[in-house]
């Protein structure tokens, strides 16, 4: 869904609530007025429940663990449950009603999720508390990683070239008709003109240089990131339910150490590994996991990275590196139809690699979450394959 089509679907939504509202004022006052007692309790107690909108599963499971599973109080929402990629998501009519109306939303902040901004201009709840998870980590955020071997993104690199492209031509006309009018001006004003055109290149410069900077979203796979997190969801709740603070402060301290205790197997085990190098024919968004335990990589793609088909060069790259490592496995993330991981193994010299999957918690459903999944029974899941291929 474009910019466009996502700019209308909130206008309807907009018309829609206004259509409902003004329909509904003179039938709403008399509902009111003959409400008994009975009603009225009702509708205390519903203004004490707190609507809590999620977009992602890692958000939903941390809130499920602060909040207790059976919080009466607690209505939450996990809005891509159907296994829907975070890249790929564009939130419903039904979506854009539930945040507008929520209490607290939180999402995780990335280029995947840039319709967010839209959607909260929309908001029907001012005092909504809204939490960037990007802007909670601050400065522990990384950059996306091009590592050597891996493919560039070519549709986001031709989008950029192109509106690069765009602009100097914009500049250049813009250029020529400054000098046209210029001819019968005198210096002052021409200087005047140069330094104006100066300070446009200057921005415009400046914010490809913003542009290039493509922040890495997966920062739920470190559990060290994990426990950032539910401080500050911990945090926010105990402000905006006071009376519950004691659960919230509890149920968060047993949970981290819970992270801290998963922490210390994942060191256990990376610390004592006879590789200390993964190798994925994918895309790779365990950079933040990576980093944590002091592993090196090598990938087919960015995490991020919408390419599905790799280069005969990142092919033979990927190949030479397991023959070179001596690498008994490829590595694929959950959902992958593996065409990638599969092509490389051919293309070894033994040609006898297993393939193993590394769980990125992209891909969970709401059937999972009945199930009984959780963030911690799939990072333990993760850290069994682990122990698998760094030894």
């Known amino acids: 869904m474009n910019k466009l089509k996502l700019t209308a679907l909130i206008a309807a939504v907009l018309l829609m609530c206004g259509s409902f509202s003004a329909c509904g004022n003179s039938d709403s006052q008399a509902q009111l ?22 977009t992602i599963f890692p958000q939903y499971d941390w809130i499920r663990q ?82 050597e071997g891996m493919e560039h993104d070519h549709d986001h690199e031709d989008h950029d070239h192109e509106q690069e492209q765009d602009d100097h031509e914009k500049e250049d006309h813009e250029d020529h008709d400054h000098e046209q009018e210029d001819i019968d001006h ?22 490809s240089i913003h542009q290039d900077e493509d922040y890495d979203e997966h920062i739920w796979l470190s559990l060290k990131n994990a426990g950032i997190i539910c401080k500050h969801i911990a945090e926010k709740l105990v402000e905006m339910d006071p009376a519950n603070s004691q659960t ?32 994925f024919g994918d895309r790779f968004p365990f950079r933040y996991l990576a980093d944590d335990y002091g592993l090196d990589y090598y990938a087919a793609f960015t995490g991020c990275s ?13 190949a030479g590196k397991t023959d070179e490592l001596k690498l008994a496995y490829i590595m ?14 051919q293309s070894t010299k033994e040609m006898n690699q297993e393939i193993y999957v590394l769980d990125s918690l992209q891909s969970v459903t709401a ?16 850290l069994e394959v682990l122990k698998i291929v760094l030894n």
């Not at 840039?114 to 909260?120: E, K």
């Not at 005198?186 to 914010?207: A, C, R, T, V």
């Not at 981290?256 to 590994?273: C, M, P």
């Not at 059937?367 to 993760?382: A, F, P, Q």
């Open 306 to 318: 919408a390419e599905t088909e790799a280069s005969f060069e990142t092919i033979v790259f990927l």
């Open 186 to 207: 005198d210096h002052e004003e021409q200087d005047h003109i140069q330094d104006d055109l100066n300070q446009k290149e200057s921005i415009h410069q400046e914010e």
């Open 332 to 345: 694929v993330i959950d959902h992958s139809d593996q065409s990638v991981a599969k092509t490389i193994v």
């Open 66 to 147: 602060i909040t207790g599973e059976t919080a009466a109080h607690i209505e939450l929402t996990f809005l891509l449950d159907n296994g829907v990629d975070l890249h790929s998501y564009q939130p419903t009519t039904d979506d854009i009603i539930t945040i507008s109306n929520c209490d607290m939303f939180i999402y995780t902040g990335g280029e995947s999720e840039t319709w967010v901004s839209d959607v909260l201009k929309t908001a029907v709840n001012e005092n909504m508390v809204v939490i960037n998870l990007l802007e909670v980590l601050g400065d522990d955020v990384k950059v996306e990683e091009l590592k």
């Open 248 to 279: 919230y402060q509890d149920n968060l301290a047993a949970y981290l150490t819970d992270l801290d205790l998963l922490d210390g197997k994942y060191r256990e085990v990376t610390d004592n590994a006879v590789c200390k190098v993964l190798l």
């Open 33 to 54: 007025s003959s409400l008994g007692q009975t009603d009225t309790a009702v509708t205390e107690s519903e203004k004490e429940t707190l609507s809590i909108v999620c």
């Open 367 to 382: 059937s999972d979450v009945d199930s009984g999944v959780t963030y911690l029974s799939i990072m333990e899941k993760n």
